[in-house]
Structures are given as C-alpha cells and as structure tokens.
C-alpha cells in the first residue's frame, strides 16, 4: 500500500510492506529559472514605488506581457489596481522578486497571470505547477490574509502546437487550487477563448497571435472580475 502526502514542495511517498514502514522524501522538481535578467526592469518598478505610494487594499496583478499590456485603469477604472507585469517573464521570475513587485504593496488581492512563457519556453506542465506552489508557499507565508487568483494560461494562435501541454498545466494548477483554502482561486479564461472549432477566437488577437487586443481584454476583464471581492 502507497499513500502520498504533499508537505510544502516536496513529497513525501511512504511504503508499507510486511508490516515494515519505511518513508522517502522526494524534492519536487526544480525547475530552470533566470530571474538576473530581470534586475533592471524590477529596479524601475522599485524607483516607480518611491514616487507613487501604494494604495489601501490594492489589488496587484503580476505576470508576463498579457498582464503587462493590460491597460488596469482603463478596464477597472473603480478599483485599487497595481500593474507589475513584465513581458517574457515566468512564474519563477515573479518569485524571485516577490517582495519587491508583490510583498512591499500589502495587496489585499492578487492577480498572477504567468506559465505561457514558461511552457513557450520547454518546461513541462509539471514544472509549471511546481513553479505555481513556490509562488503560492510565498503568498501563504508572506501574505497570509490576501487572496490568490490565477489566470489560466491561455489559448493562443502563435502557440497552438502547445495546447496540450499548457491544457495539462491548467488542469494542475486548477486542482491545486480546488484542493487548497479560500486563498486560492482559479480563472480559466481557456475555454471561453475557444471558438465553435475548438481553436482560439482570432477576433481576441493582435496581428500577432498571441497578445490581446480590446475585444480580448474586455473578456479577460469581465472573466476575472467577479474574483476581486475582497474578503470581509
């Protein structure tokens, strides 16, 4: 009889056998992360917070370019936002900086949307839904009382070849989140992005495939609305 337990990023897989227990503690695996190349992005973000401070109970989104793009006052001009997306960056790399673009803000809520580079990139879902719990470890040790809610990775026209892999990343974090606390909340905007063919909605695109336009945005924004309710 096997029985695993997950104890923060590791696993903890215990056999037992004849009457005999015998426990092994497995490292999840680690994924590739080269956060450095970041520094001079993150170093304007710092200077940018020391002119302008931080609102009350913001609600801080953090990603790669689909965040990054978004235009936060012009979709939600009623609320608190925050705009620390970086373009080409990884779940990893929002890590690593984490008290820098995430912790020193004390949002109330946060919106991650990252793991499309990260896949673009080679990494497996598996990989991905590793990098997932160490942002979400950081979020439960340094932001207890905040919510966490992530933007499944989406459909797109430029990376279609790796929709199975990113559908199968989707899957994970989702069952991470449906398993954890009331902290965690899932956003898929995957399958509202999928046209009668079963392919991405051309009409929510750039020219380029892959970011969004208006159209897009206007989705994405009517999709991850109803989960910046701040707690009572």
């Not at 590739?32 to 190349?37: G, H, M, V």
């Not at 803000?105 to 990252?114: C, T, W």
Request: hydrophobic residues 40%; proline residues 5%.
């Amino acid at each position: 009889m096997i029985r695993c337990f997950r104890i923060s990023s590791f696993l903890l897989t215990l056999t037992l056998t004849s009457g005999a227990a015998c426990a092994q503690v497995v490292e999840a695996p680690k994924s590739p992360c080269n956060a450095e190349r970041w520094a001079e992005t993150i170093a304007k973000f710092a200077a940018a917070d020391k002119t302008k401070p931080s609102p009350q109970e913001g609600i801080l989104f953090v990603g790669s370019s689909s965040i990054r793009m978004w235009n936060l006052p012009k979709y939600f001009p009623d609320l608190p936002v925050i705009n620390r997306g970086f373009g080409g960056s990884e779940i990893c790399d929002s890590t690593h900086y984490f008290d820098t673009l995430v912790a020193k803000h004390d949002p109330s809520i946060v919106v991650l949307y990252a793991g499309d580079n990260d896949i673009a990139g080679g990494k497996s879902a598996e990989l991905v839904l590793s990098d997932f719990r160490m942002f979400e470890k950081l979020m439960k040790e340094e932001l207890p009382r905040a919510k966490l809610v992530y933007i499944s990775i989406k459909p797109s026209i430029a990376r279609w070849k790796l929709a199975e892999e990113m559908e199968d990343a989707n899957r994970k974090i989702a069952a991470d989140c449906e398993a954890g606390d009331e902290q965690l909340e899932f956003v898929d905007v995957w399958q509202p992005m999928l046209g009668e063919d079963g392919k991405p909605r051309k009409e929510l695109f750039l020219k380029d495939g892959l970011h969004l336009n208006h159209e897009g945005y206007q989705l994405w924004t009517g999709l991850v609305s109803k989960h910046l309710q701040t707690r009572d």
